[in-house]
Structures are given as structure tokens and as C-alpha cells.
């Protein structure tokens, strides 16, 4: 029983870390695209795409549940995103809250106006319910939260151990293919970000 119930637990730490690596990867590489995609820079356009696509297509499935008005959606969003990025303010929200938010409110828009052709059968509460479903301000400030706390307590770590974690979390690299770019044994590799999790779990636990 004792060795299931610290299974679940390392389980439930391991999401959350996942989690708190994302969201502190994608929001640390979205705001300089955001930044030059306000400069007409299309490549960042392209960059941004890649990197928020499959999760903001979700967002629109689940509130429009037929993929042909998703993915409408998301052009449409996009196209947003392109003519309105200087509107971003990183003070205020983080990248992927704002973009989540644009592509929220289109989703709306679209069955909104779908209500009206009869192609969806939705109430105005339902679409006033799935409205309110933006980040609140108390979550907005548990996530601004959690990216400090991811800075500090990657600052503790030593050096090998951060940059180990660093190319397998925010990079997506394998055990492996962290050795081979470090030019290191793998066993120390996997050590290193063994220790490197351990260390953050200690550090996180107030926000776990």
C-alpha cells in the first residue's frame, strides 16, 4: 500500500513538473515572437504556429466539437494574431493566456453566428458559460507564480544538472540525445537530471 500510495505521488509530481516546465518554456519562447511577429516578421508567425497550433486547436474542438469550424478557427485566430500582436502586453498576461484568450473569443464568434444559421444548437447560458471559462485572476497570478518559482529554483540547481533538465523538458530531447549533444556519459546524464528532479521537487513542494 505505502509503495502504490508514493507511486501515485511521484506520478502527480512528475505531471506537475511537466506542467510547470511547459508552461515556463513555451511563455519564455512566445513573447520575442509576439514581439517581432508586431514587426510583420513572418517567420516568427510561422515559429508560433508551430509551437501553439496542436494545443490551441484543441481549445477551439472542444468549445466548437466539429473539426471543420476548428480549424476555421484557428486560421481565423491566427489572422488575429498577425494584425493585432502589438496589442500584446506582457505585463498584463502571458503569451499563451493571450492567445488562448483571441482564440476563446473567436471560437465564440463562431457559434455565435452559427446559432443563427442553425447549424449549432446553443443557448445563450451555454455560450455565456463557456465564456467565463478564461483564466481567472487568481489563476493568472497562480501562474505568474509558478514561473518564479521555476527561475529560482532552477538557479539552485549546480550548473549540470540545470542545463540537463533544460534539453530534456523545455527541448524534448531524450536521455540519449542529451549525452550525445553534451558530449557526456550517459549514465552521468541520467544521473544528473535525477538528481536535477529531486532538487526541484524539494524546492516546488510549496506550489505542488
Known sequence: MVSKLSAVLNFKVNVNLNRLFWNFHINTELEPLLAQIANQHEP??????????????AL?????????????CLQLAFVKVWHNSQQFNATKAKPITW??????????????????QKMHDTSDETLAQLADQSPSQEKQVSLAQEQRAIHTCLAQLKENQ??????AYFDGLAHPQVAAQLNLPLGSVKTWIRRGLLGLRECLTHII
Do not use: G, P, W
Not at 540545470?162 to 534539453?167: E, P
Open 60 to 72: 477551439a474542438l472542444r468549445i466548437l466539437q466539429q473539426r471543420d469550424l476548428a480549424e476555421d
Open 99 to 116: 492567445l488562448n484568450a483571441i482564440v476563446r473569443n473567436q471560437a465564440l464568434d463562431l457559434l455565435r453566428k452559427n446559432k443563427h
Open 162 to 167: 540545470r542545463q540537463c533538465l533544460q534539453l
Open 44 to 57: 516568427s508567425l510561422k515559429r508560433l504556429y508551430q509551437l501553439t497550433n496542436a494545443n490551441l486547436f
